[in-house]
């Protein structure tokens, strides 16, 4: 997303709810927020939890947007607006939240033939959906279904064929909807097979590959903590011989040296930041001032316990089975009720159709 498309973006979404615009500039942009948009870009929870407890009016927040980072404008406080910005983060939640749903309504002349006729919109229910196929790769497919809720009937890429048609929030003149005879149940129940024929029509040589490639892993695995295991008893053995070898080997008693003279007593280094650039040691640092060390016998031994081969193998074997094996995952990201007083295209995906020519072909990620 390049920044003349941010702007775009940010200008649409302050339209959505009626923002004033304060001045419009080519190098940035300064807006009042209305309510909405203050709750969820404002970053200031605890002002509208006190607005809304003493039930007072609230102050506007005015902010400036600026588009260019080597044109910020002087004299006032602008915020530089880019797609890794933060608060471009919090837009798109904010869009988000708002608009995963709509109502629109088809707009067109209900004048025919010089005399006013009604016309009847059909209710259709549109779903975007992403399908992920995941293993130890991710492969997306993007799925556009209208389901028509008069008569049982779905189309595919029905967002692309939205956006060739006039549409409004409020019904037109001259305009009526039909009842809805199919329930948003049993519209969920049709957009759950026709995702199960889309997937029919995959290829399922992915999910192949990942099961021999988490076989592959687990057999490497598996022999390496056999040979871990083979290895054990002799490592055992080294440490018995280790310890007997010390039992036997007597003790000479240590001649006590003389005392070492006692060095002048140094000048503390004030900053830690000092004290490590003179070479010093974090611990003696935290000794010299006071910190409190916990003795070892204190130290609940229980937490830091060592995990044995078995538990370790277990749990590697639990991350390989995570990563590796297929697993299909469908997300539901926007949708909407439409009433349409045009039919969109029949482009069903028949059983038996190769997946290539399938309307989903071109939506893969």
Request: glycine share 4%.
């Amino acid at each position: 997303m390049q920044q003349e498309q941010v702007r775009q973006f940010v200008e649409r979404y302050l339209a959505s709810f009626s923002a004033h615009i304060v001045e419009s500039h080519p190098d940035y942009l300064t807006v009042k927020l209305p309510v909405e948009v203050d709750k969820d870009i404002g970053n200031r929870p605890f002002y509208w939890s006190w607005v809304e407890k003493m039930n007072i009016a609230y102050q506007p927040l005015v902010m400036t947007f600026a588009f260019h980072p080597d044109r910020i404008p002087e004299g006032k406080r602008a915020e530089y607006l880019h797609l890794g910005a933060a608060r471009m983060q919090q837009i798109f939640a904010s869009t988000q939240k708002h608009g995963r749903f709509l109502c629109m309504y088809e707009q067109k002349g209900g004048v025919l033939g010089g005399t006013r006729r009604s016309t009847p919109l059909v209710p259709w229910l549109g779903l975007n959906l992403k399908i992920s196929l995941l293993c130890d790769k991710k492969r997306d497919i993007l799925l556009y279904l209208g389901i028509n809720l008069h008569k049982p009937q779905v189309a595919h890429d029905f967002t692309s064929f939205l956006f060739s048609l006039p549409l409004t929030p409020t019904i037109p003149d001259y305009f009526y909807t039909l009842d809805r005879r199919i329930t948003v149940p049993q519209a969920l129940s049709m957009a759950e097979k026709t995702v199960a024929d889309v997937l029919e029509l995959e290829d399922q040589t992915w999910a192949e590959e990942a099961k021999a490639r988490l076989q592959e892993e687990l057999e490497i695995l598996s022999a390496y903590y056999e040979e871990l295991a083979r290895r054990e008893p002799e490592s055992a053995e080294k440490e018995e011989d280790e310890q007997e070898v010390e039992e036997n080997v007597e003790i000479i008693p240590e001649v006590e040296a003389p005392a070492a003279p006692t060095p002048p007593p140094v000048e503390q280094v004030q900053t830690f930041d000092e004290y490590r650039a003179s070479g010093g040691r974090i611990l003696d640092f935290l000794r010299a001032n006071g910190i409190h060390e916990t003795p070892k016998e204190e130290v609940n031994q229980k937490e830091w316990r060592k995990s044995t081969p078995d538990e370790e193998r277990q749990r590697r074997m639990d991350e390989l089975t995570w990563q590796y094996e297929p697993r299909i995952e469908v997300q539901f990201i926007n949708g909407g009720l439409f009433y349409l007083s045009t039919t969109p295209p029949s482009n069903s995906t028949p059983k038996g159709r190769n997946a290539s020519k399938s309307p989903v072909s071109g939506r893969i990620l």
